[in-house]
């Protein structure tokens, strides 16, 4: 800015021939020049490849599901294949990039699979936010470095709760499979006498998800003696667990 006023002083009065002309350009080129070089931030290279988002990856699950409930006399244990395909990339009603994920399943090796839902993610904001039944959740953030804590219900009207990033570039062995990068997320992990609330969520580099566990255990026999698991009132647990991976 001085050299702006600089200038227009030392031409005040004066006729601005086309050369003069021309030279106040190329200054003020030079100066606009230097103070956008100045302003640039360099871009942070990130690391996206703990999730799947490239067209044609799929994994294959391993699931069990048990229920619990005492008072019904109901002891149900279900298990079941998935398999996560991400199949095509959309912009969603955000404007935003997302990935479609067909999911499909069946109950046994020897039968087809029968499409079961479609689920859609994206990496967005850093963050990798995945639709879930229609529910949005924040599964990941990046940088992702081990410590860093987030809402992942921020999305939802779900009640809070507070993921953490518990360990990562870990080497961790799944189903015989073995992997050299695993980040785990701690969605949740609560335990007292009659409640135990476990949650977590692993990602293998340039895979995506691995591993999920999700249990809920409510007792009302309280006993300090016998684990939670072996005295349930009530229960809720679904574990996945990575049998095959690959793309089309």
Not at 69 to 95: C, G, M, Q, R
Request: net charge negative.
């Amino acid at each position: 800015m001085n050299t702006f006023v600089y200038i227009f002083s030392a031409m005040k009065g004066k006729i601005i021939t086309f050369s003069n002309f021309i030279l106040i350009l190329v200054v003020f080129a030079t100066i606009f020049t230097s103070c956008k070089k100045d302003t640039i931030v360099p871009d942070t290279e990130i690391d996206y490849s703990y999730v799947n988002h490239t067209i044609g990856n799929w994994i294959e699950y391993d699931v069990t599901e048990i229920t619990i409930d005492k008072a019904s006399d109901v002891y149900d244990t279900t298990h079941y294949y998935i398999k996560e395909i991400v199949t095509e990339k959309f912009i969603d009603l955000s404007d935003n990039e997302s990935n479609r994920i067909e999911r499909f399943i069946r109950y046994n090796t020897n039968s087809n699979w029968i499409i079961k839902d479609v689920w859609s993610a994206q990496i967005v904001e850093n963050s990798y936010q995945k639709v879930e039944e229609d529910v949005r959740f924040k599964r990941l953030v990046f940088p992702s470095d081990s410590g860093k804590t987030w809402n992942g219900n921020i999305f939802n009207t779900l009640d809070e709760q507070n993921y953490v990033i518990t360990s990562v570039d870990e080497y961790e062995i799944v189903n015989s499979l073995a992997f050299d990068s695993v980040l785990t997320v701690t969605q949740a992990n609560e335990l007292n006498l009659i409640e135990k609330n476990y949650a977590i969520e692993k990602f293998a580099k340039n895979i995506g998800l691995i591993y999920k566990e999700n249990c809920y255990i409510y007792s009302n026999e309280v006993d300090p003696g016998k684990p939670i698991e072996q005295r349930a009132t009530l229960a809720n647990i679904l574990i996945m667990k990575v049998i095959s991976y690959g793309s089309n």
